[in-house]
């Protein structure tokens, strides 16, 4: 016999974020039977609608909380199509560990055990049992569990490469293609005076008027909140024309174009659009500063890695479903 050793030190996932073991399940005791019957044949394992109900419960009360009629429907189907498949995948996984003649030793999962009782009961093992009890599990079947959930952890790590290497062209293509990852958010500190046009009282001509007399006191000295609570007609003139900060599409694309270029301290010119007439200064602004390719290659590199060992076990799963016999029903 061969060993998979250092199992729990695997970072991966078990299958998918689906995968409940059984003491999280309880809050779901509730749930309506389902008559059982065959989901799927995996070679010679056979999956039953019980084990899609009891990976999907947990997100089915989700689903029903959030919606009703046909799209509720619509999104069960979709979330236990997606329950087998992690069944299926799960059940290849196994599988495979066992034509490998993998073994998970009987210590291994004994302290798996341990960790349990030791962070979810604090060390009382009369309660884990208990609780295991309450929900019509043996130690044995719970013990079972852990060791399936082992395995597929084990044989996801096994067949990632140890040390990948990204080339650093891929890091410099990432690094162009996704720019705004690494770009802190653009904000600016604006302050506004908008005077309407009442274009359909024929008054246009007078109120851009008033709009160059005050661009012209503001360019003489007059604070800017005050003229604000003079003459602007928006919703923050009582506050002095002040926006607070904001970000790129708060505006429209016109006013945020002038907003954005403002150098601090800057008074716009008038800027018309929609029949009216702005000024807009800006009080401060911070982000928008991109940090350099040598500060976020670490990172970069990091997340390739990550994307390259998912690949591979995707990869992997894959041509052990073109290998299998797998029939849903």
Known sequence: MRYIIRPLAIAFLVVSGLVMPPLCRAAFAAEPQVVDGIAAVVNKDVITYSEVRSLSAPREKLLRSQYTGEELEKQLKQLRE??????????????????????IPDHYVDERVHEIIQESFGGDRNTFIKTLEAQNYTLGEFKKFETERMIVQAMRGKNVKRNLIISP????????????????????????????????????????????????????????????????????????????????????????????????????RIVEFGGNYYILKVDDKHGGATRSLAEVRPEIEKKLIQLEAQNLQERWIASLRSKAYIRTF
Do not use: C
């Open 82 to 103: 997606a329950a087998l498949k992690d069944l299926v995948d799960r059940r290849l996984i196994i599988q495979a560990f066992k034509k490998e003649s993998y073994q």
């Open 169 to 268: 062209v891929k890091i410099e293509e990432y690094y162009k293609n996704h720019r705004d990852e690494f770009t802190a958010r653009e904000q600016i500190k604006l302050r506004m005076i908008m005077i309407p046009g009442h274009a359909e009282t024929g008054n246009s001509a007078a109120q851009k008027a008033m709009a160059e007399e005050v661009l012209g006191k503001l360019a003489s000295g007059a604070e800017f909140d005050r003229m604000a609570q003079i003459y602007s007609e928006d919703s923050t003139r009582e506050l002095g024309g002040d926006w607070g900060w904001i970000e790129r599409k708060t505006l429209a694309a016109p006013l945020e174009k002038v907003a954005f270029n403002l150098p601090v301290g800057r008074i716009s």
